[in-house]
């Protein structure tokens, strides 16, 4: 029995889906906090159980019979060590034979405030005494790509990166490896670290864009706190603000740079190129 958490959102989705390509659906268990979002999981033959990162007690009957088990990070930033120690704790008292967890690349050295609870997961990982393996996901292609109405709109591609290179792929490539390491073997005591092929600058994101568009759309660099009022002025929250402008600020220094294509090598295949996340996008 796989079982995979937060099955509802955009990554886990997308890893149910890709594990159906591989194992029976009654094989896999999709752990949500909202049952009632998750009936089209549920047409497809895939058991759905009810799971709550913040309530503890519900990850011992959503774990029950699993032999392998998919952590994927919670989406709630200051919340996340407790709620996955809560998912980790379970998956030792059902003996689960793998559990794999969704981290950040360069999560044990990396500078971006995103890191220190992906870090913090990945040591109570480790300590907790179970077969493991680390994901550490590099940014989603689509992170960019749901930026192009505005960047349409504003007549540019705006951020604080400089021309630090972006190695993202595309989320289906994430979930993707997630589904190979959950059904084939070997795989347990490995931190892997998750990129595209092919890096990008935002100069050449926006470069793209205006080939696709016939428009011209440059990127504007800004320093960090600029792009960050910039953000605050667009109507986003704080925490979502100062998320990206430090993650752009991360870009800028090479925290979202990886060239060893361990993930291509996982999925077997080449990722999937920022023409064509962008030409989906629009």
Request: proline share 3%.
């Amino acid at each position: 029995m796989i079982v995979v958490t937060g099955a509802t959102g955009q990554l886990g989705r997308l890893v149910i889906e890709h594990l159906l390509k591989k194992v029976p659906a009654s094989s896999i268990v999709a752990a949500v906090r909202h049952v009632e979002k998750a009936q089209d999981i549920a047409a497809l033959g895939v058991q759905v159980r009810f799971a709550d990162y913040n309530q503890p007690e519900s990850w011992d009957a959503a774990l029950s019979g699993a032999e392998k088990v998919l952590l994927i990070s919670s989406s709630e930033i200051g919340l996340r060590v407790k709620q996955h120690q809560a998912v980790i704790e379970a998956a030792k008292r059902a003996n689960v034979s793998l559990l794999a967890y969704t981290s950040l690349l360069r999560a044990d050295t990396s500078s971006l405030g995103l890191a220190a609870e992906h870090k913090a997961t990945e040591a109570a990982i480790q300590s907790a005494g179970l077969p493991f393996v680390i994901l550490r996901n590099g940014w989603y292609t689509e992170n960019y790509a749901a930026g192009i109405p505005a960047a349409l709109a504003l007549g540019a591609v705006y951020g604080a990166a400089g021309q630090g290179k972006i190695s993202a792929a595309a989320r289906a490539d994430y979930a993707e490896a997630a589904s190979v390491v959950l059904t084939t073997d070997h795989h347990a005591g490995n931190v892997y670290a998750l990129a595209g092929d092919t890096a990008f600058t935002l100069d050449e994101f926006a470069a793209e864009l205006s080939r696709q568009t016939g428009k011209a759309i440059p990127y504007v660099n800004l320093p960090q706190a600029e792009y960050k009022k910039a953000l605050l002025n667009a109507g986003l929250p704080e925490p979502i603000a100062e998320l990206l402008s430090d993650s752009d600020a991360g870009v800028s220094n090479g925290q979202l740079f990886n060239d060893g294509k361990q993930l291509s090598q996982l999925i077997g295949r080449p990722t999937t190129a920022l023409e064509v996340i962008i030409k989906a996008a629009l």
